[in-house]
């Protein structure tokens, strides 16, 4: 059950799920004015919020150092297999290459492979569940490497956020984002670009018209794809009932496989902020 499998700690928690139960996490550090955060299972998410939302500078995140990801790696007893946040988002690949050449300095002849999720959230956790099946279906390491690489190509991620002021504040937003949510208060239907950036499908005026934006998307991308072996991924930030809805408004128009609902972690609770949404197939 995900042996050899590690992740940043963007990926999120999947409790409907066994099958990542043995992940190793690195975690992020988020960082609130002189406060640092580690961002791991005993961090308290809600307790998070509120910090975020009484702090009035801007919050920060620190990716994990390279040798935190070389000691995630050297704990795997055999081939390890590394999900990271996408490199035009965080540091955190960069990071975990570097970890992968002290780690083969000390373990050679060790199979690594870094993959750079082109994505957050849900997307990793989409990753790691792929990483997962290939190996229980017994993929040798280089199977697995240039099937997971395919996987994460043909990934869909889209997001709709209550507030973008995190986002805005770090500069993930184009200048026009920035003032269309900061000023007309419009709701955007966001989602990862091929290259690993931030993109915008769609506004509504409400946060539902965006939800139902979303969902009509995903239908349309649906619409010429098999998804009897696809995955669908949502992450909520403090928001259970909004993603249980969410998950049947998709399934009723498109017939994935499974879908699975899992908890932000907490660098996600920061850019998604209290009532977000991320969805990815």
Not at 80 to 91: F, H, I, N, Q
Request: proline share 1%.
């Amino acid at each position: 059950m995900a042996n050899g499998l590690i992740s940043d700690s963007c990926c999120d928690y999947c409790e409907q799920s066994e099958e990542l139960t043995g992940l190793r996490r690195v975690p992020l550090t988020i960082e609130l004015g002189e406060e640092r955060l580690r961002d791991d299972e005993n961090l308290d998410i809600v307790a998070l919020l509120k910090k975020i939302a009484a702090c009035h500078v801007g919050v920060k995140t620190a990716c994990p150092s390279p040798e935190d990801f070389a000691d995630a790696m050297e704990s795997q007893e055999g081939d390890a297999y590394v999900v990271t946040l996408s490199d035009k988002l965080s540091g955190s690949y960069a990071s975990a290459q570097v970890g992968k050449t002290l780690c083969l300095e000390r373990q050679q002849g060790k199979n690594v492979h870094i993959f750079n999720s082109l994505s957050a959230a849900a997307a990793q956790v989409a990753i790691c569940l792929k990483i997962n099946e290939l190996l229980e279906q017994g993929k040798r390491f280089a199977e697995v490497v240039s099937e997971t690489e395919r996987f994460i190509h043909g990934i869909t991620t889209l997001f709709v956020l209550e507030d973008l002021e995190t986002l805005r504040k770090n500069g993930r937003l184009t200048q026009l984002q920035s003032v269309i949510t900061g000023i007309l208060k419009i709701k955007l239907v966001m989602c990862a670009e091929a290259d690993g950036t931030i993109g915008m499908r769609g506004k509504a005026m409400s946060n539902g018209g965006a939800l139902a934006k979303m969902v009509d998307l995903i239908r349309q991308k649906c619409a010429d794809m098999s998804l009897l072996s696809r995955t669908l991924v949502i992450t909520h930030c403090n928001c259970l009932e909004r993603a249980e809805k969410v998950k049947q408004m998709i399934l009723s128009v498109c017939p994935f496989q499974k879908a699975v609902i899992c908890r932000a972690s907490g660098i996600s609770t920061v850019y998604a902020s209290n009532g977000g949404i991320v969805v990815s197939f």
